[in-house]
């Protein structure tokens, strides 16, 4: 081959490889990346499988409405429906979804949502106002900076320290029994229900008792030591410090011996498969006798450091201890299990080891597709009402949900973005099937499974708590625009606390049914909440809209927009019009009526 041809030959070659590179560029980006339509036809296809046809496309108003809820966590005000409304370009659906996605407003919803989901019934009475807000503001500036969904799961089931210092912590300081802790990390995190397991083999799946505790062990070595009083603190830091030399030997004693000597596994245990891994421990002579938990060093120096600030506030501190084991009982009979996997291998029981950290490593890394499913699943729910697996937090083997393969592409797709949220969430809101009306037709009026339109859904206590808040007018121009950040958010807690409280059963259930609750709507008809917003007081809406213009069909209209985020027609300017229009009543009674009219309480 002569020197041309070979030029020829080598330039042949490197324009296949870039070839190559190219195709395989545009594969990674274009075939294997899903679009807002490639999800509409995959559930098109349910819908021409089960003969639905589909409702009609919802109207700006309803629109607007429903994605200020979903995405901020309350209605829009008057002045931002008017302004979408009077928008005329083709793509303002989609500028709004990135405007909200964008807005803090996003964060600081999800923020809450979140807490709601971490915390039950009974330990939300718990959290204070103060520990609440600077929690939600850590999770608000997380979710606003738009941090992967990973990096949020890993620091909440990891967390230690000082909650005032490392906000997550606050998470962990919940439970109060390993088994709490296990339970309530795998249901949130990967959909798992295998608290069934902790008193007998799980009736639907293959967990059995050794594997609830197995993940169970994972947290046995959690300990929480609350700082509510500083005498009480100092007390507790002035004991510590007296026995520090003794605390150290002991937690040089058991390095030293890497286990737990008197929680040694017995033969039983160790021929099982999944301990075959694991070592059997040389019984070491251990002082403690397996009674008293060894704080790590740092846990001890924070401490001491803490106590040194003279500006004391409550905390709650969150440590693991160096030594330890899960013991449970069976047909009378104490039995030690070590740190399992769900479905994998044991973990060693050497002192020292950060074992919440390599359970969050696992979940996040290992088990990470289906922490994507268990999130897109919950929020798919979040969007649509019902998600494609029902309950949200109970996937097993025998229900694949109503469309596994988009709940799979969905996973892949978070994983793919390096668990993205707001990219995964930009994807749902701009599908046809998310802007679908409420409005049912005679082929899909029952449908719950296949989302062929909308679904009426009763406000949560935050879209509600909030909604209040914006149809108030306090917050912009009102009474309240006076008021610090801080007095702000107490505001706001008990308000929210006040739904919560409200809308929840002891077992953190929210209420599916608003309207099916006497106690609810006689929260809304008689609250001083919606009296201060329906009557006209300084600084609330029906204040500004009295003293802003004398037309009745103006205030009418303005009422309408603030409260339902719409119009109104024209039987209803005939019938809240026909009165005394000059009378403040009229207008007080008609904002009095729309708050408490389905129209409001419902995300349509």
């Known amino acids: 081959m002569n020197n041309r041809n070979k030029f020829v030959f080598l330039g042949y070659l490197t324009l296949l490889a870039v070839l190559s590179l190219v195709l395989a560029l545009n594969a990674d980006s274009g075939e294997s990346r ?97 520990a609440y807000n600077l929690v939600k503001e850590e999770f608000s500036e997380a979710f606003n900076q738009n941090r992967p969904y990973t990096e949020f799961a890993f620091k909440l089931i990891s967390a230690q320290g000082f909650v005032t210092s490392n906000p997550y912590a606050l998470y962990m300081g919940r439970f109060e029994t390993p088994e709490d802790a296990a339970g309530n990390v795998m249901k949130i995190f990967t959909g798992r229900q295998i608290q069934c397991a902790q008193c007998h083999k799980h009736p639907y799946e293959k967990i059995t008792q050794e594997d609830f505790y197995g993940v169970a062990s994972f947290f046995a070595r959690r300990k929480v030591l609350p700082l509510l009083k500083k005498d009480q603190a100092q007390k507790i830091t002035n004991t510590i410090s007296r026995m520090e030399k003794q605390i150290t030997k002991a937690r040089d004693n058991e390095m030293d011996a890497n286990t737990d000597g008197s929680n040694d596994m017995n033969e039983e245990m160790m021929k099982k498969d999944e301990h ?11 002082k403690n006798n397996g009674q008293r ?35 449970f009982e069976v047909k009378g009979e104490k039995r030690t299990v070590y740190p399992k996997y769900l479905g994998g291998a044991s973990v060693s029981s050497d002192a020292g080891i950060d074992r919440r950290s390599l359970l969050a490593e696992n979940i996040t890394v290992t088990e990470s597709k289906q922490l994507a499913k268990a999130f897109v ?95 108030s007018g306090y917050l912009n121009t009102g009474g309240l625009k006076n008021k610090s950040d801080e007095e702000l958010a107490k505001i706001r807690f008990r308000i929210l606390q006040l739904f919560i409280y409200t809308f929840e059963d002891d077992e953190m259930n929210e209420a599916e049914d608003f309207s099916g609750t ?48 719409r119009y109104p ?29 389905s129209e409001f309480i419902f995300n349509h």
Request: charged share 30%.
């Open 34 to 130: 899903l679009s807002s339509g490639d999800i509409d036809r995959m559930i098109m296809s349910k819908w021409s499988e089960n003969k639905l046809e589909p409702s009609a496309k919802s109207s700006d108003e309803d629109f607007l409405r429903r994605l200020f809820l979903d995405v901020s966590g309350r209605t829009p005000n008057a002045e931002e429906v008017k302004s979408f409304l009077n928008d005329n370009s083709k793509d303002k659906r989609g500028k709004k979804i990135d405007e909200l996605l964008s807005g803090e407003e996003y964060g600081k919803y999800m923020a809450d949502k979140w807490m709601q989901i971490l915390f039950s019934y009974d330990a939300k009475r718990k959290v204070q106002a103060p």
């Open 276 to 286: 075959k891994n694991v070592k059997k421990q040389k019984k070491v002579k251990n």
């Open 293 to 327: 938990y060894i704080p790590p060093q740092w846990a001890i120096d924070s401490l001491k450091a803490r106590m040194i600030d003279s500006a004391f506030k409550p905390d709650l501190l969150v440590w693991d201890a160096v030594n330890g084991q899960m013991t």
């Open 377 to 471: 699943n919950r929020f798919w729910k979040h969007f649509f009402g019902y998600g494609f697996v029902n309950p949200v937090d109970d996937f097993t083997s025998n229900d694949p949900g109503t469309n596994p393969e988009l709940l799979e592409k969905l996973a892949d797709e978070f994983i793919t973005s390096n668990f993205d949220i707001k990219s995964l969430f930009r994807l749902i809101l701009n599908t046809e099937v998310y802007q679908l009306s409420s409005t049912p037709n005679i082929t899909n009026k029952d449908d719950h499974q296949y989302f062929s339109r909308a679904v009426l859904r009763p406000m949560d206590p935050i879209q509600l708590s909030n909604s209040l808040l914006t149809t």
């Open 518 to 565: 006497i106690t609810q709507a006689l929260l809304m008809m008689n609250s001083d909440i919606t009296e201060k917003i329906s009557e006209k007081k300084a600084g609330n809406f029906i204040a500004q809209v009295i003293n802003k213009t004398k037309d009745s069909e103006e205030r009418l209209e303005l009422i309408f927009l603030n409260t339902l985020g």
């Open 569 to 597: 027609g024209d039987g209803e300017k005939n019938k809240y019009l026909s009165g005394n229009t000059d009378s403040e009543d009229t207008y007080e009674n008609i904002q009095w009526a729309l708050l408490n009219s």
